[in-house]
C-alpha cells in the first residue's frame, strides 16, 4: 500500500513527459533539428546513464556547440536533473543561481528576431521551472520549495485561462496536463507529511464530476482510503473503472496502463479488508499484461509477505530483479527484499552482500545503494 504513492511521484521522476523542448517543436521535422543531439541526451537520461549527461553538457559547453538561446536552457534542464538525479543539490542550485529571472526579456523569443522570426513567448522550458521549484526542499527547504510550486500552479493556471479565452486547442490540452502533474507533485509533497486533508482539497480543486483523468481520480481515492472514506475511495475507484467501460480517456493512458491502474485500484480495496489472497490475484493480472508493473510486483510480495509465506514473496522480487532489472531496481523494492531477507534467512549478510555486487554492475547512476542496509 506504501508503494501506491510511489507510482504517482514516478511523473516527478520521468521528466521526458514534461517536454523540455516544446516551445519549437512543431517548427522541426525531427527532434535533433530542434536542439543540438537532443535525442542522444535523452537517450542517456532513459537509461539513468545521469553521468554521461553531465559530461555531455560540459562538452557542448566547452566546444560551443549549442546556437541558440533555447538550446542553453535546455542543456540546463538536463544538467540541472542529472545533477539532483546523483543528489549533488548544491551544484544544481548553483547551476540555477546562474539565470536571470525566468519573466527576464534574455528568455523571450521576440529579443531574438534572427533566430525566431515572428515569435514570441518564453522560451523556458517547463521542467526548467518545475526544477527551479524542487530544488530547495532537496536542500532542507521544504517550505521554499511548496510556495514555488504553488506559484508554479498560479502560472500555469493563468496560461490556461488565456487559451481557454482564444480557444487554443492543442495548447490547452498540453498546459492542463501540467497542471495534473504539478497538483501531483505538490500533492505528493503534502502525503509524505500526512497532510491528507491538504491533499484532498487540491485534488478536488481540478478534479471535477466528469474528469476523464484516471491518475487523478485514482489518487483522489487513495487519500480517501487514507482519511478513512472508504466509501467515497470506493467511489472514485468506481469511476475510473467506468472510465474504461465507456472507452475513455486513451489521451490519458494506453489500454494495459489503463487495465492496471484498474486492478491496482482493486487490489487496495482488499487490502484495507486484509484479503490478501484477491490483491495477489488482481497484482499477478496486472503482472500478467505487464511485467514491468512495479507497482503490482511490489505489492504482491508484500501481500504475500503479510499472509506468512516469505518465501514466495522473497521469489517474487528476486524474480523480478533478474527479469527487468532497468524497471525493478528502485530502491522500495530492493528495501523491501532485504528486509524479507533479514526475516528469512540466518545467512542474510552474504545474501545481501550478493545483492549489492549485482546491484554494483547493473544499477543507474542515481540508484542509492544504501537502501540495501548493507
Request: charged share 30%; net charge negative; hydrophobic share 35%.
Amino acid at each position: 500500500m506504501e508503494q501506491e504513492s510511489h507510482e504517482e511521484e514516478t511523473l516527478a521522476s520521468n521528466l521526458q513527459s514534461l517536454s523540455f523542448s516544446d516551445p519549437l517543436t512543431n517548427q522541426f521535422n525531427s527532434f535533433n533539428d530542434l536542439c543540438y543531439e537532443i535525442s542522444s541526451l535523452q537517450d542517456l537520461a532513459s537509461r539513468g546513464s545521469w553521468r554521461s549527461v553531465i559530461d555531455k553538457v560540459v562538452r557542448a559547453r566547452k566546444l560551443s556547440l549549442l546556437r541558440k538561446p533555447h538550446e542553453h536552457l535546455i542543456y540546463l534542464s538536463y544538467n540541472v536533473l542529472a545533477l539532483m538525479k546523483l543528489r549533488k543539490f548544491g551544484d544544481a542550485a548553483e547551476e540555477l543561481d546562474s539565470l536571470e529571472d525566468f519573466d527576464s526579456s534574455q528568455y523571450k523569443y521576440e529579443s531574438y528576431p534572427d533566430h525566431y522570426p515572428n515569435r514570441s513567448g518564453s522560451m523556458v522550458p517547463f521542467a526548467l521551472r518545475w526544477l527551479h521549484a524542487e530544488i530547495p526542499h532537496r536542500l532542507g527547504k521544504r517550505q521554499e520549495t511548496l510556495d514555488r510550486l504553488y506559484t508554479l500552479l498560479d502560472f500555469i493556471r493563468t496560461k490556461l485561462k488565456e487559451r481557454e479565452s482564444k480557444s487554443m486547442d492543442v495548447s490547452i490540452e498540453r498546459w492542463k496536463k501540467r497542471e495534473a502533474f504539478l497538483v501531483n507533485s505538490i500533492s505528493s509533497h503534502h502525503l509524505s507529511h500526512k497532510e491528507f486533508g491538504v491533499c484532498l482539497t487540491l485534488l478536488l480543486s481540478l478534479v471535477d464530476f466528469d474528469s476523464p483523468d484516471p491518475v487523478l481520480l485514482s489518487k483522489l481515492g487513495y487519500i480517501q482510503m487514507q482519511l478513512g472514506d472508504l466509501e467515497g475511495s470506493k467511489g472514485s475507484f468506481n469511476r475510473v473503472e467506468n472510465l474504461i467501460k465507456q472507452g475513455n480517456s486513451g489521451e490519458f493512458l494506453d489500454e494495459v496502463e489503463f487495465k492496471n491502474l484498474v486492478s491496482r485500484n482493486k487490489a487496495l480495496i482488499y487490502l484495507v479488508g486484509k484479503d490478501y489472497v484477491s490483491a495477489v490475484r488482481e497484482y499477478d493480472e496486472c503482472i500478467e499484461r505487464d511485467q514491468s508493473d512495479v507497482v503490482a510486483i511490489n505489492n504482491k510480495a508484500l501481500c504475500l509477505m503479510y499472509s506468512r509465506d516469505l518465501s514466495d514473496s522473497i521469489k517474487v522480487l528476486e524474480s523480478a530483479l533478474e527479469r527487468v532489472p532497468t524497471v525493478a531496481l528502485n530502491e522500495t523494492l530492493v528495501v523491501n527484499l532485504c528486509s524479507m531477507y533479514e526475516l528469512a534467512y540466518v545467512n542474510q549478510a552474504d545474501i545481501k552482500k550478493t545483492l549489492c555486487n549485482w546491484i554494483a554492475r547493473v544499477a543507474p547512476d542515481d540508484f542509492d545503494s544504501s537502501c540495501t542496509r548493507n
